[in-house]
């Protein structure tokens, strides 16, 4: 009997929405001007849309086995991670090092986690971070996460590292006014 070892990668997107009427509303319900996604959740419900798969690059794989050995290399911190969104079409390659996304930097943001993210259980990575109103106003077709050797910042440029790539997603358009989270959930099996 041939016994094969086996590995796997699976990861899952899921995108709150919240249109520029509910985030109103739930600014002068509570005050506050920018609601997190838990204070928005609390009020308001969200429009939802799910991606599954992604694919691990290169150099996300090359950064997972280096921590492994201790070889250096940051890990995947509250500070230095983030997770982004471009309008990029096509199909992701492992050898993939940024977003794809079609109008250079003006399609494509990369927001910094929200409170207490990433988290791991059980071989389970799970990301989470908050577009507000005024940033990541275009297509989501793609997604990634990133990891910065320093701390990291919203911006439209990928950090050092981009762990992972999925493109195809079809979470949606986000227009000007509204607030939406992006949860990536990686399996490690």
């Known amino acids: ?4 070892d ?3 990668w699976h990861a899952h997107a899921k995108v709150e929405k919240w249109d520029g009427d509910q985030v109103d ?6 005050g506050v001007l ?25 150099a996300g794989l090359t950064r997972l086995t ?14 230095a991670t983030r997770l982004g969104v471009g309008d990029g079409a096509g ?9 794809s996304a079609s109008s250079g930097s003006t399609h494509r ?19 989470q971070a908050t577009w507000g109103g005024s940033d990541g106003n275009f297509q989501w077709a793609e997604w990634g996460i990133d990891i910065s050797a320093t701390t990291a910042t919203a911006g439209a440029t990928v950090n050092a590292c981009l762990l ?13 006014g509204g607030s939406w989270t992006l949860t990536a959930v990686v399996t490690i099996t």
């Open 25 to 30: 509303w739930v600014r002068v319900r509570t």
């Open 109 to 127: 943001w990369f927001q910094v986690m929200n409170a207490t993210y990433p988290s791991v259980s059980g071989g389970v990575l799970t990301a």
């Open 1 to 4: 009997m041939l016994v094969k």
């Open 66 to 79: 280096s921590l492994l050995i201790a070889g250096g290399g940051q890990g995947v911190t509250a500070t």
């Open 34 to 58: 920018e609601p997190s996604a838990v204070l928005l959740r609390e009020y308001a419900r969200p429009d939802v849309v799910e991606a599954d798969g992604n694919l691990l690059t290169t």
């Open 164 to 176: 992972n790539h999925k493109t195809s997603a079809a979470l949606g358009t986000k227009t000007s």
């Open 6 to 8: 086996a590995s796997g």
């Open 91 to 99: 199909t992701a390659v492992i050898g993939d090092t940024d977003l």
